[in-house]
């Protein structure tokens, strides 16, 4: 079946650097997409999302891009800080559909 | 809004048990779900709830998983029998949204079963 996929595993940045992670997926029926954050032994913690109507969304300190001619999805995280280490995970919705299929996720390494 | 609490946090039985979880979900949400994940992939969908209707079942949902929300409030999530394949984090989440979406999760069961 179709599937979101995440391209890189574990991404590593210097504290006040911005972070980019990448996010791919192949349903083109999807029409909402949505970031959370997963620190270790918690649930996922929503970040932001994004509607298929859209291009960009910006959020503090995050924005969501959309580029749906390449089924391609990140987020920016700016001015990085030790406390955004955690697991990435994005998760689309098909349309019509009334659940979330996430992928597999990215490590964010902050380095001080 | 004091968010998802799930009960228990951490779960250890033996294979061949019965074991339940609950879930209480935040506050006048109607939806509620159940996900399921392991040590590196992200969270995969079992079942969801609409108040007390349960809509929707995975495949990954067998004959042994049977979860309820009889009041249209908490839930309950049994599998009986435990298999050790069965060991993982069970997370809830629950919606304020009829279209399935921002949800917020809970802190997860984690369950190991030995």
């Known amino acids: 079946g179709e599937s979101v996929g995440l391209h890189l595993p574990t991404l590593s940045v210097q504290e006040g650097d911005n972070s980019i992670i990448n996010c791919a997926y192949s349903?083109?029926?999807?029409?909402?997409f949505i970031w959370y954050k997963q620190e270790s032994g918690k649930g996922p913690q929503f970040i932001i999302d994004?509607?298929?109507?859209?291009d960009k969304r910006q959020g503090q300190r995050v924005t969501v891009l959309l580029n749906k001619t390449v089924k391609h999805l990140s987020l920016q995280i700016a001015a990085t800080q030790p406390g955004d280490s955690a697991v990435y995970f994005c998760?689309?919705?098909?349309?019509?559909?009334?659940?979330?299929?996430f992928g597999t996720g990215t490590q964010l390494k902050v380095e001080l | 809004d004091t968010g998802v609490s799930q009960d228990p946090r951490h779960k250890i039985t033996k294979r061949g048990q019965n074991v339940t979880f609950r879930c209480d979900p935040i506050?006048?949400?109607?939806?509620l779900y159940w996900y399921r994940q392991t040590l590196g992939q992200g969270p995969e969908f079992l079942t969801y709830?609409?108040?007390?209707?349960?809509?929707?079942k995975s495949r990954l949902l067998s004959d042994r998983f049977s979860a309820e929300r009889p009041k249209g409030s908490f839930s309950t999530l049994e599998i009986q029998r435990t298999e050790q394949g069965d060991s993982a984090m069970y997370l809830c989440?629950?919606?304020?949204?009829?279209?399935?979406?921002?949800?917020?999760f809970g802190s997860g069961t984690q369950l190991s079963v030995l």
């Open positions: 989440a629950s919606s304020p949204d009829r279209r399935g979406e921002k949800l917020f």
């Open positions: 349903n083109s029926a999807s029409d909402y």
């Open positions: 994004i509607r298929s109507n859209m």
């Open positions: 998760a689309e919705r098909t349309g019509g559909g009334n659940k979330l299929t």
């Open positions: 506050s006048e949400h109607n939806r």
């Open positions: 709830f609409q108040n007390e209707a349960q809509l929707e």
